[in-house]
Each structure stands twice: as structure tokens, then as C-alpha cells.
């Protein structure tokens, strides 16, 4: 990274703006760069170059890396096998990037018009102005945001139709109007960044507010357990399934897991207890709330499940009848090219949209009043340093970077639609 690419990005000018609404004792480096800057797989220059996309809606050209992290592994080490200049699509080519959610036949028919959509983070670990900024995005760009555990805060109603409703073990302000509110419902079994473990939100974090959505008292620690009680088995799946098809028939359903050794048999039993998609949580996703000991060695890393799915699901003739999405630790528009084409549909994102409203990777969400730039807070003061319009622009510029990427990566490839790299792990190469 140069000094050059280090000053004058318009994020960082934003970021400062916010530190300095409320936060003169946050120290700043000389060229304004906030401190605590990252990590392996999302090191610094990844983080400017998110927030560069973020503030201009275009991959950055002023030489900051914005497709690869320091890793040293997984998606780090592979890129595409791109076609002579001459062979590639004309620039002008119209290129198809929407995936349908519903193969199944049965339920609403959906399609996104981007392979991707936003994950669950749920009130309580992030501010209801931060769910607000991804739902207004999710609604511009024609695609979802998931509630999260927390609860369905009234401000999203309006955007319902780009909102899954995600039910996980705590049950947290599970209602049968949030359930009918919701085009797709997710059930959350595991997490990649924290799987065995459930959930954890602190008291602090408990305000009146949230212990309200969440039915619960304020100020008391409240824990999501591990796993469902009542699901032991595929046949108890279905019944869920089946709960949820009795209040909703038309809502299509997820089943987020993680990734053990046997999430391929995971997967085939999701599609015969009813799921229309199977969302695959890799390790490495989570914010600083998942322990990094959870994270670095519980799970197994999502670009060895997605290919092992994909190939299992197709061996069982029904890979074309589920849809694959495919999450934790996806952080560029290159990630997303990737999972695709070891065999996922598409890509869930969490962490990418956090850093495009402000996130600096300090791992201080569970410390505190939480989060200082105003993300995984639910302090008042604090929740008020993001405008969820002006979250909602950076978020959208993200994605509008992320699509002219992919659109970019598919004609150098010579294909017309997204759908077209599923499964080309023949157009990936191991980089030395
Ligand atoms: S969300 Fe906030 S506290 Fe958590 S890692 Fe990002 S900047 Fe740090």
C-alpha cells in the first residue's frame, strides 16, 4: 500500500467525520486512518478498498488490492483462468447476474437480481440503524436482508418483501406475524464463526429496547442454546418446515448450518425435510463477538464445503433443485466469483457490508457500550452515528462495485450469466 492510496479516499474522511461527532478521544493516525485496522483475511488495504468502493461505487484504480486478502490460503489462493484478451465477450454485452431462490416448484417463485444477499445480524448485536441501512439496499437492489435472532424491529415493515425472518434456537421475537411478513424463513441451526456454541448477547447490550423485541428483561445476558431442542433428525426438521408452512404455505425456506465433515449429508436431508435453499456458513464469518478460537478451528472453511455439496447433491440428482448459498469470510466481489464457481448459486454477505458503513475489523463489538463507530451497539448515542440512508448509499455502492465486477469477471471468462459458472472449478487456477 502506498502513501498515496492511504489519504483523500472520501470514507475515511466519512469515518473521521463520525469519530469526530462524538469521539475526539478515539485516537487517529497522522493521515486519518483509524487504528486496529484488520487482520489476514481482512487486512488494511482490503478495508480501504472497501470503503473506497463504498464512497464511489467503482473497484478502486489507484492501485489499492480490493479482490484478495493476506491469507495466505482458500479463496486467497486461487484465481481464474480468464481467456485471451481476443476471446473474451465485447464490453457491451448484456450479462445476466440474477439466481432464482425457488427451484423447487412449490412456494413463491423469487429470483434476485444479484447473487447475493445480507446475511442475519440480529437487534441486539447491531444497532436497528444498521438493519435499517441493509434493508433500504436490499429493496434498491433487488435482493434480501435477514432479520437476524433478534426480533423484527416495526421500522423494517415496510421493507418486508427484501426481508428474510431468521429463527434460531433463543426463538427471540418469533412471531406469526413476523413469520408472515417474510418471502423466505431461515432457520438457523449453526454458525460457522461459532458452531456447538449458540449465541451470546450481553447484558450490557440488553437494553429496554432490545429486551422488549426480545421478550425478555433488560440488562441480563440472554443465550441462543445449541442446538434446537426439539430437532434432532431430518423428520424433526420437516416438522418445522411444516410449522412454518401453516402460517406462511407461500414462504420459501432456508436452513442455515454450518460446515462439519458431514454437511454434505446436512444439505441432502434439508432438501428432503422441504428446504428450498441451504445456506452454508463457513468459519471466518462472524463480527468480534465470535470468539477467534471458534473461528479459526471448529468449522471447516467454506470453499472445501461448498465443492463437497455441490458434488454430493448432484451424485443424489437433486442439485438442481435446491439452491446453494454460501457464506462466512466472502468479502469481495472475487469471493463471491469464486464460491460460484466451486458450486454454490450464490453468496451471503455480513461482514463486507459492516466495513462499507465504517467497520475497521477491531473485534471491540462485545466490549463496552459496543461498537464505536455505531455498528454492533446498541447504545442510543452511539447507534446515532449511522443515518440509515446514508448506510444504505454505501451499502448500495458496494454492490453496485461488486456487480460491475462480476459482470467484468464473467465476459473475461466468455460467459453470459452467473448461472453459467456454477460448478466451473475448471475456470480456477491454484495461484503460486
Ligand atoms: S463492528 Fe465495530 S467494534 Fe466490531 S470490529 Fe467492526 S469497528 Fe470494531
New binding site residues.
Given amino acids: 500500500m502506498t502513501e498515496e492510496t492511504t489519504i483523500h479516499l472520501p470514507a475515511i474522511e466519512k469515518h473521521v467525520e463520525h469519530l469526530r461527532k462524538g469521539f475526539d478521544f478515539w485516537p487517529t493516525l497522522e493521515n486519518g486512518t483509524p487504528p486496529a485496522m484488520g487482520d489476514f483475511r481482512w487486512p488494511a488495504e482490503l478495508i480501504l478498498s472497501t470503503w473506497y468502493q463504498a464512497g464511489t461505487g467503482e473497484p478502486p484504480t489507484n492501485g489499492l488490492e480490493y479482490r484478495i486478502g493476506d491469507s495466505g490460503g482458500g479463496f486467497d489462493k486461487l484465481d481464474f483462468r480468464f481467456l485471451p484478451e481476443h476471446q473474451q465477450l465485447p464490453p457491451e454485452t448484456e450479462i445476466d447476474l440474477a439466481i432464482p431462490l425457488n427451484r423447487r416448484g412449490i412456494g413463491r417463485e423469487i429470483e434476485i437480481a444479484v447473487p447475493w444477499y445480507g446475511g442475519g445480524m440480529s437487534f441486539g448485536s447491531v444497532s436497528e440503524q444498521v438493519m435499517l441501512a441493509r434493508a433500504i439496499a436490499a429493496k434498491e437492489w433487488g435482493t434480501f436482508t435477514s432479520t437476524g435472532e433478534g426480533g423484527y424491529p416495526d421500522s423494517l415493515v415496510k421493507y418486508k418483501d427484501h426481508i428474510i425472518t431468521q429463527i434460531a434456537t433463543g426463538m427471540f421475537g418469533v412471531r406469526e406475524e413476523t413469520i408472515q411478513y417474510a418471502p423466505v424463513v431461515e432457520f438457523k441451526y449453526a454458525q460457522g464463526a461459532k458452531p456447538g456454541l449458540g449465541g451470546h448477547l450481553l447484558g450490557d447490550k440488553t437494553t429496554i429496547t432490545v429486551a422488549k423485541m426480545r421478550e425478555s428483561v433488560p440488562w441480563v445476558s440472554l443465550f441462543s442454546p445449541f442446538p434446537f431442542h426439539s430437532v434432532y433428525s431430518v423428520e424433526d426438521h420437516r416438522k418445522h418446515v411444516d410449522w412454518v408452512k401453516t402460517i406462511n404455505p407461500e414462504a420459501l425456506v432456508s436452513v442455515k448450518v454450518s460446515t462439519p465433515t458431514d454437511v454434505d449429508m446436512v444439505a441432502v436431508g434439508s432438501y428432503y425435510a422441504g428446504a428450498h435453499i441451504v445456506h452454508l456458513d463457513g468459519s471466518y464469518g462472524g ?2 463477538a465470535a470468539p477467534e478460537i471458534a473461528k479459526k478451528n471448529i468449522a471447516m472453511p467454506i470453499e472445501f464445503a461448498i465443492p463437497k455439496v455441490h458434488k454430493y447433491l448432484q451424485g443424489e440428482n437433486i442439485r438442481d433443485e435446491i439452491v446453494v448459498m454460501a457464506s462466512g469470510g466472502i468479502r469481495t466481489a472475487y469471493d463471491i466469483a469464486k464460491s460460484i464457481a466451486l458450486g454454490a448459486d450464490g453468496a451471503i454477505l455480513g461482514t463486507s457490508e ?1 466495513v462499507a458503513i ?8 462485545e466490549r463496552g457500550r459496543g ?3 455505531g ?2 451497539t446498541t447504545d442510543p448515542e452511539l447507534s446515532l452515528l449511522v443515518e440509515p440512508e446514508w448506510g444504505a448509499q454505501r451499502i448500495g455502492n458496494l454492490n453496485a462495485s461488486y456487480a460491475k465486477q462480476l459482470r467484468d469477471i464473467l465476459r473475461r471468462l466468455g460467459l453470459k450469466s452467473i448461472h453459467d459458472l456454477r460448478g466451473r472449478t475448471d475456470l480456477l487456477v491454484y495461484r503460486r
Fill in positions: 463480527t468480534g459492516l465504517g467497520c475497521t475489523r477491531c473485534s471491540n463489538c461498537c464505536p463507530f455498528l454492533t
